[in-house]
């Protein structure tokens, strides 16, 4: 959820962390911190808040210094103040420290150096590592990190200055991502690879472990041992254009406008074409879709939505049972696994906790696992055994959008696979769908670009104090992931609920002043939430439908219908939704708020 950028090279750092800085923010923004290396001196500046008051208070120029650590902060330990904000230092002041993650057996840690004379500066469970690297420090820091390993639990990746080796960044990690920049004549660390990809997109993966002394030169990489190690360079294919708004007011509306290309990037080489799905670069082979006997879906937040989706595709086109469970309770909930049963772990960032750790106790308990991730190289695709990749591009906005479209028409894929492979539908009805498939990215494109009411809407009921989303089917996990979009960004209280349980409880909350949300577009449920709909009128409530192109009853149900276009309801969700991100997008931008770092949020939850 933190991120961390480190820098050794020629020129000024200064500027270049704040910049990598600002580009992961979107980990966390309630403070943030760097530390430069001047004339033998560790000078650190920390702020309270966004990265604006860390410019504010360090100046963006002005500094020679061409070694140095940045860090932004999501408070875990200890609140969001100036003194819990990284970077940390030691008692003597000489070694400076920056953490991503969290040190589990930190008090233990605390007490022992506390008992040997050590002086706590913060509440952090960071700042340990600061004291334990001093002890050891005789050694050199890259022989100091490597025997600060020894003592600590947890999961995290760090990076460490010393004023004594002024030219070297060492960093290591241990399941958070921590990645190294190759430059000319320059190196950086950096949590995610957006924050260097102005200055190079040659970056080395590091394995859990590996501990990396970086000098302008290079990197030297040794295990926890003292071992030299090697690792490969690769170049990221990506564009440093991805880190920008690109004439967008935020990130959450450019990516929201990306959505057609994000889908015709995930749909790329995945469908034939005579329509039916190949999903062999994944190494699922059909063999083995045709032996399963259950799959289990493990995801959080957005991705869980996308996964709930699916899973009724799944069941309704391959026939295979499938289970779906958020990761933070499956984890606890002694799952029962079999050879025989896929786990399919869905995380767009591959580094959310609860669902790193759901996929692990799977693999372990001997059922094959299934990332479908958006990060290459990411922690889920170490965690798997397969990994299916959306290709959405970078996503900056706290709020999913694109990635989460991307999920739905990637797990789609895979559902259509499945009942190819086992041969429960008519093969012309697949090849059908898969025609249908790849038609969307222009469904949404054509979506994107009509004339709508949803500003009109998000102005009339923008000072609304709830809303209720309802559907049934795929249409209620819709409404699960626009209830969460509206309640993220704006701070109104939603409530999304399965339409047909409306009346055994939610109904008391219905009032003139509820606008109540149905998604209710063309499928097979369709006749049964009308009458929901005319319950929901009977009580004086405002309906604002999203429905297909062309249907003529919702418009008398409805005082507002956000209309897309037809296609099969298997693959409606992802055409439903946009109204819907849309609608949260220009409430909260109505009330004035910051859709791309809503409060308390991260875009990446690396703790459980
Ligand atoms: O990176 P992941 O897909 O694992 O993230 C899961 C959730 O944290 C994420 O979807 C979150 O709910 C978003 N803020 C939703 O917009």
Redo the contacts with the bound molecule.
């Keep these: 959820m933190c991120g961390i950028v480190g820098y050794a090279g020629r020129r000024p750092g200064k500027p270049i962390i704040l910049d990598g800085l600002r580009r992961l923010e979107y980990r966390g923004y309630d403070s943030a911190g760097i530390v430069l290396i001047e004339d033998g001196v560790l000078q650190t500046t920390r702020a309270v808040g966004n990265l604006d008051a860390l410019y504010a208070a360090a100046g963006a120029n002005g500094s020679q210094a061409t070694v140095g650590l940045g860090h932004t902060r999501w408070a875990t330990h200890g609140r969001p103040n100036h003194e819990n904000a990284h970077p940390h230092d030691d008692c003597s002041g000489r070694v400076s420290i920056v953490l991503n993650g969290i040190v589990e057996n930190y008090k233990e840690l605390r007490a022992e150096l506390g008992a040997r004379g050590h002086v706590f500066k913060s509440e952090t469970d960071a700042e340990v590592v600061a004291h334990l690297i001093e002890e050891h420090i005789g050694d050199g820091l890259t022989a100091a990190v490597r025997a600060t390993l020894a003592s600590l639990d947890g999961h995290y990746a760090f990076c460490a200055l010393s004023a004594d080796e002024p030219g070297i960044v060492v960093g290591t990690r241990d399941e958070c991502p921590l990645v190294v920049g190759v430059g000319e004549g320059e190196m950086f660390f950096a949590s995610a690879i957006p924050a260097f990809l102005t200055h190079t997109s040659t970056i080395i993966a590091l394995e859990d472990g590996d501990v990396v002394t970086l000098r302008a030169e290079g990197a030297q990489i040794c295990d926890v041992a003292g071992q030299p190690l090697v690792r490969e360079q690769t170049v990221v294919p990506w564009d440093d254009d991805a880190a920008e708004k690109g004439g967008y007011e935020t990130f959450m509306l450019k990516e929201i406008h990306e959505q057609p290309a994000a889908l015709r990037d995930t749909l790329a080489g995945r469908l034939r074409e005579d329509g039916v799905v190949d999903l062999s670069e994944v190494g699922l082979d059909d063999e083995m879709l045709r032996r399963l006997r259950r799959i289990f879906i493990v995801?959080?937040?957005?991705?869980y939505h996308a996964g709930l989706i699916v899973s009724y595709a799944i069941e309704q086109l391959a026939r295979v049972p499938v289970q779906i469970d958020v990761a933070s309770e499956f984890r606890y909930r002694e799952p029962v696994f079999g050879a025989d049963t896929l786990v399919i772990g869905?995380?767009?960032?591959g580094?959310?906790a609860d669902?790193l750790a759901a996929m692990r106790l799977a693999r372990a308990a001997g059922s094959p696992v299934l990332a479908v991730t958006n990060l290459m190289g990411s922690q889920a695709t170490r965690e798997a055994d397969y990994v299916l990749y959306t290709r959405a591009g970078l996503e900056i906005g706290?709020?999913?959008t694109k990635t989460h479209t991307a999920q739905v028409a990637a797990l789609l894929l895979l559902a259509l696979r499945l009942a190819w492979a086992r041969g429960v539908m008519p093969e012309a009805e697949l090849k059908r769908l898969g025609h249908e498939l790849r038609a969307v990215p222009e469904q949404v494109e054509q979506l994107l670009a009509r004339p709508s009411a949803i500003e009109e809407i998000a102005r009339r009921y923008h000072d609304e104090r709830f809303f209720l989303y309802l559907g049934r089917g795929m249409g209620f996990a819709v409404c699960l992931e626009g209830a969460?979009?509206l309640k993220?960004i704006s701070y109104i209280p939603t409530e999304a609920y399965a339409a047909g349980e409306m009346k055994h409880g939610p109904i008391a909350l219905l009032d003139k002043e509820s606008p109540v949300v149905v998604v209710a577009d063309d499928s097979p449920v369709f006749p049964k939430l009308v009458s929901n709909i005319e319950e929901v009128r009977a009580r004086g409530a405002d309906v604002i439908a999203v429905a297909t192109d062309g249907n003529e009853a919702i418009g008398e149900l409805s005082r507002d219908v956000l209309w897309v276009p037809k296609c099969d309801h298997h693959l409606a969700p992802i055409l439903t939704v946009i109204p819907l991100q849309l609608l949260a997008y220009h409430i909260a931008g109505m009330k004035g708020l910051n859709v791309d770092q809503p409060r308390n949020?991260a875009k990446?939850?690396t703790v459980e």
């Design positions: 995801a959080c937040g957005t991705s869905i995380t767009q960032s580094e959310t669902t706290v709020a999913a969460l979009k993220e949020l990446t939850v």
